[in-house]
């Protein structure tokens, strides 16, 4: 049972994740919540400086974070459910997927947040690499 913790604690982690970016996706969707600017380098913020254009841009980000927070909602219940080679595939897919998302918005400027991110999405890789050689080599 132990030898789960650490994969149980990383779908906990995409399903808290998953809520929060629907949630949070919903509010920029709907315009209740202004585009933080942490989520993006400042050059890319610079480009919108006519209102109307960053709030079509919002609202658009808004969609693409629900999106993200279904898709990581799936990888949670795929963590979950020990899907096998294909779930772990998916897993890891997204995992990568997150942590070059996570190095973009980085891009030369340092936060607290995106570092603790990098951190746990590199935590995760390693626990579903781990757990994926296991499953197809039975290890």
Same mark, same amino acid.
């Given at each position: 049972?132990?030898? /789960? /913790?650490? $994969?149980? $604690?990383?779908?906990a982690? +995409?399903? $808290? /994740?998953? @809520?929060?970016?629907?949630?949070?996706?919903?509010? +920029? %969707?709907?315009?209740?919540?202004? $585009? !933080?600017?942490?989520?993006?380098?400042?050059?890319?913020m610079?480009?919108? !400086?006519?209102?109307?254009?960053?709030?079509?841009f919002?609202?658009?980000?808004?969609?693409l974070?629900?999106?993200?927070?279904i898709?990581?909602?799936?990888?949670?219940? @795929?963590?979950?459910?020990?899907?096998?080679a294909?779930? +772990?595939?998916? %897993? /890891?897919?997204?995992? &990568?997927?997150?942590?070059?998302?996570?190095?973009?918005? *980085?891009?030369?400027?340092?936060?607290?947040? %995106? *570092?603790?991110?990098?951190?746990? +999405?590199?935590?995760?890789?390693?626990?579903? &690499? *781990?757990k994926?050689?296991?499953?197809?080599f039975?290890?």
């Amino acid at each position: 049972m132990t030898g /789960l /913790l650490p $994969l149980k $604690l990383c779908g906990a982690f +995409y399903a $808290l /994740l998953c @809520v929060f970016s629907i949630v949070t996706g919903l509010m +920029y %969707a709907s315009g209740k919540r202004k $585009l !933080n600017p942490l989520e993006l380098p400042d050059s890319f913020m610079l480009k919108f !400086n006519d209102p109307d254009k960053l709030k079509g841009f919002t609202v658009r980000m808004g969609w693409l974070t629900f999106f993200v927070g279904i898709v990581q909602g799936i990888t949670a219940n @795929v963590i979950f459910s020990h899907k096998g080679a294909f779930g +772990y595939a998916v %897993a /890891l897919g997204f995992t &990568l997927f997150s942590i070059a998302s996570v190095a973009f918005k *980085l891009r030369g400027r340092i936060s607290a947040f %995106a *570092l603790l991110k990098s951190v746990a +999405y590199l935590a995760i890789l390693i626990v579903l &690499l *781990l757990k994926s050689t296991r499953t197809l080599f039975g290890v």
